[in-house]
């Protein structure tokens, strides 16, 4: 009897050990870490930069529809002698290949006539950042652009010092220096300018009426798009062959890169393109682009 009792007292007792240590053990299980808190320190320490929004354009227009056939018609001049149904496939142009309509396309046109052969290209290029968390893509798109103002060894926009106003260099005064712009000692003297013998007019001002107009030359363009700029090239002189002008302009609008690119090839030997001409009908088409992109 007394050994019975013994083990009921003690039964109990066990029991509520057990469960004390169980208690005991959970506690410490929910507390360890720093309890609550270190899951949110976690989720917290997993977080990555949020990417940078897309870019303004998602898709490309069709670079043949781009520009009006008024536009066209003044570029590329079509020959007498082509009928109606030419003129309309050499206005509507002919597509570039292209193996992603969104991503890259372009369009061409040629003009031929007894006095010359004229060329028109237009590209688009829609250029994405494959990591935005990095570079977005407008950003993409103007390292893009800088590689190519690089290549056409054009200098950054930026302003330039003016070497008569530079700090330490004093400006010109005549009145200070009354010998300055007078010639040297021996040197000749311009003559004056003696009226035309009789039966003659007078030439014009400025020099000869054949002299060629100026060449404008390669250069940064500024208002047009958000960067841009120009190359002005003329082909060699030979004594049977005559000189091309090509004309190429590249702009950035946001993500977009666009190329025009214009060329006037005259037949007879010793013609040479205008560069204000040739310059102004590629850049009155870029223009024409930037809007067609902003609509």
């Known amino acids: 009897m007394q050994r019975k009792a013994v083990r009921r007292g003690v039964l109990p007792g066990i029991a509520m050990l057990t469960a004390l240590?169980?208690?005991?053990?959970?506690?410490?299980?929910?507390?360890?870490?720093?309890?609550?808190?270190?899951?949110?320190?976690?989720?917290?320490?997993?977080?990555?930069?949020a990417p940078a929004p897309a870019g303004k354009y998602r898709s490309l227009p069709s670079p043949c529809k781009?520009?009006?056939?008024?536009?066209?018609?003044?570029?590329?001049?079509?020959?007498?002698?082509?009928?109606?149904?030419?003129?309309?496939?050499?206005?509507?142009?002919t597509a570039d290949t292209s193996y992603d309509g969104d991503r890259h396309v372009g369009c061409r046109w040629t003009a031929q006539t007894p006095e010359e052969t004229r060329?028109?290209?237009?590209?688009?290029?829609?250029?994405?950042?494959?990591?935005r968390t990095l570079m977005s893509d407008d950003d993409k798109a103007r390292q893009v652009y800088?590689?190519?103002?690089?290549?056409?060894?054009?200098?950054?926009?930026?302003?330039?010092?003016?070497?008569?106003?530079?700090?330490?260099?004093?400006?010109?005064?005549?009145?200070?220096?009354?010998?300055?712009?007078?010639?040297?000692?021996?040197?000749a003297t311009p003559a004056a300018t003696a009226p035309p013998p009789a039966g003659q007019s007078p030439s014009p001002a400025g020099g000869s009426p054949s002299a060629p107009p100026p060449e404008l030359g390669s250069r940064v363009l500024e208002g047009l798009g958000t960067e841009a700029y120009i190359e002005d090239k003329l082909g060699a002189a030979g004594a049977s062959a005559a000189q091309a002008r090509t004309v190429r302009i590249v702009f950035r609008t946001s993500n977009v890169i666009v190329t025009v690119e214009y060329s006037v090839q005259p037949s007879l030997p010793g013609t040479v393109p205008p560069s204000p001409e040739t310059q102004d009908k590629a850049r009155q088409l870029a223009q024409a682009l930037v809007e067609r992109f902003n609509e």
């Open 66 to 93: 781009a520009a009006d056939v008024k536009r066209l018609r003044a570029m590329l001049p079509a020959g007498d002698s082509l009928t109606d149904e030419q003129r309309v496939r050499l206005y509507a142009g």
């Open 119 to 131: 060329l028109l290209s237009v590209g688009f290029e829609r250029v994405v950042s494959y990591d």
């Open 21 to 49: 240590v169980a208690g005991v053990t959970g506690l410490t299980g929910c507390t360890s870490g720093n309890g609550v808190g270190s899951d949110s320190d976690s989720k917290a320490g997993d977080s990555s930069p």
């Open 146 to 187: 800088v590689r190519r103002l690089t290549d056409a060894h054009l200098p950054f926009p930026g302003p330039t010092p003016n070497p008569a106003t530079s700090p330490g260099t004093p400006a010109a005064n005549p009145a200070a220096n009354p010998t300055a712009g007078a010639p040297a000692p021996g040197a």
